[in-house]
């Protein structure tokens, strides 16, 4: 049981470029979740999916595009990479029936130069 | 909307008592999380407060006061490895889930 699997777990990227970060959960979870969490700024919501096919925004959704075709992945995409976007990326997974405990992936370091 | 306040840094000793504030403003009220952080790592669920009172689990114990918008998160026994962020949480609106900026606990001996 793996739990919440983020890859990459280190990303550099070009100003311009694009790239997608993938969640994997294999808890049959139906809630997903994207952060970003920058140095004195806490865990900010990207966007989040209620369930398979489903998505929405966050706190802090521009810049970013997500798509939860299948139930255990979560996608979030960078369509140009900008260096605002540098950060640390966090996937968490929560079941619906315990929508308590949100499980954490264990982050991914992106820089953009 | 809301507003998530808690002290940005805080040092205890090892083997002290510490109380780790955090005030809140929000629109319904939906229960509150604590969750700790190590550097460099992913956060990690503690607790979850959505009646007044406290809350205890081992060390630590957590209080919520909903009349007031304030918790608290209180760390017994402190130890070396209790060195972490300790991240204040609500639900809020649209918004499953709002962090404050998070409290970075230094324990020293």
């Known amino acids: 049981n793996a739990g919440v699997t983020q890859t990459p777990k280190f990303r550099v990227l070009k100003t311009g470029q694009s790239m997608t970060l993938l969640c994997a959960q294999d808890m049959n979870h139906e809630y997903m979740y994207w952060y970003r969490q920058d140095p004195g700024m806490g865990l900010r919501l990207i966007h989040y999916s209620v369930g398979e096919g489903t998505t929405a925004k966050g706190e802090v959704p521009d810049g970013y595009n997500v798509s939860r075709l299948k139930k255990q992945n979560f996608l979030l995409g960078l369509e140009s990479a900008a260096p605002s976007q540098t950060s640390v990326y966090f996937c968490?997974?929560?079941?619906?029936?315990?929508?308590?405990?949100?499980?954490f992936g264990d982050g991914t370091r992106l820089s953009i130069l | 909307g809301q507003n998530i306040d808690q002290p940005t840094e805080m040092t205890a000793t090892e083997g002290a008592i510490v109380q780790i504030n955090c005030t809140y403003q929000?629109?319904?009220?939906?229960?509150l999380f604590w969750y700790q952080q190590h550097a460099g790592e992913a956060p990690t669920f503690l607790s979850y407060?959505?009646?007044?009172g406290l809350e205890e689990k081992g060390r630590f114990s957590s209080f919520l006061s909903r009349s007031k918008g304030y918790s608290y998160l209180l760390l017994k026994e402190l130890q070396m490895k209790d060195s972490a962020s300790y991240l204040c949480a609500v639900p809020s609106g649209n918004t499953p889930l709002v962090f404050g900026k998070g409290t970075r606990l230094s324990v020293i001996a």
């Open positions: 407060n959505v009646l007044d």
């Open positions: 929000t629109s319904g009220f939906n229960g």
């Open positions: 968490a997974s929560i079941d619906s029936r315990d929508a308590v405990t949100q499980h």
